[in-house]
């Protein structure tokens, strides 16, 4: 699976958009784009995933750029309880056995 | 919402003892990961099942961990002897075989080794 990058820390003001980069480079063509977050002590949480178009869902959205080498995650009002770490994973889909393999994440933190 | 239940929360054992942990599931997933996860750092895969078939296992310290999904349903992950270095968070997911959406993660079991 190909390997991301992410920043190590971000910080929000409450009631605005976090918006969480993320570089995937060397994508392949049949890899998604995955995002979870894990808050303290819990196990992670999915949020939303994508193959090349933009996404939204009740939690986020997920802008992929059309070269696919990297894509925003937005949270569009970032409230205290959204403080955590959020992962940006690249991983082949159409198979079960397409494990996720976690890096080390963006810690966001929301500022009242 | 179905849940992938872990227990126990939380576990301290000495050095050199064993130790298991136990997940179920949600019901109906064929796929069971085991995640180990070290504070500060992101989760590590320790191993996948495929039903009651291991799939993947290659980062399983084998000499000391074992785990096993008899019936392709709940699976335990058990350590023997404990190491000071097993104090971590020992995660359980489980997907939909060719499941899309990802794994749903349990809470976990908080391992500390005295």
């Known amino acids: 699976d190909a390997k991301t990058t992410q920043p190590t820390s971000m910080d929000c003001a409450e009631g605005r958009a976090a918006n969480l980069p993320c570089n995937h480079s060397?994508?392949?063509?049949?890899?998604?784009v995955y995002w979870y977050r894990q808050i303290h002590s819990q196990g992670p949480q999915y949020i939303i995933h994508?193959?090349?178009n933009n996404e939204t869902n009740e939690m986020a959205s997920l802008i992929i750029t059309e070269d696919r080498k990297s894509s925003t995650l937005i949270l569009p009002h970032a409230t205290l309880r959204d403080t955590a770490v959020y992962y940006c994973?690249?991983?082949?889909?159409?198979?079960?056995?397409?494990?996720?393999?976690f890096g080390q994440g963006t810690i966001l933190t929301v500022h009242p | 919402e179905a849940e992938v239940a872990q227990s126990p929360r939380y576990k301290i054992t000495e050095k050199s003892q064993a130790v298991a942990f136990w997940c179920d599931p949600i019901?109906?997933?064929?796929?069971l990961y085991w995640y180990r996860q070290i504070l500060g750092q992101g989760p590590e895969l320790l191993v996948q099942?495929?039903?009651?078939?291991?799939?993947?296992d290659s980062q399983l310290p084998k000499d000391r961990f074992s785990a096993e999904r008899l019936k392709g349903v709940d699976s335990t992950l058990k350590i023997q002897p404990a190491e000071l270095g097993d104090s971590a968070m020992y995660l359980c997911?489980?997907?939909?075989?060719?499941?899309?959406?990802?794994?749903?993660f349990g809470s976990g079991t908080r391992l500390t080794v005295v």
């Open positions: 994973i690249v991983r082949a889909g159409g198979t079960s056995y397409g494990k996720l393999t």
């Open positions: 994508g193959l090349k």
């Open positions: 060397t994508i392949s063509g049949n890899e998604y």
């Open positions: 099942f495929q039903d009651e078939s291991v799939v993947d």
């Open positions: 019901s109906g997933h064929a796929t």
């Open positions: 997911a489980s997907s939909y075989s060719g499941d899309s959406y990802g794994y749903t």
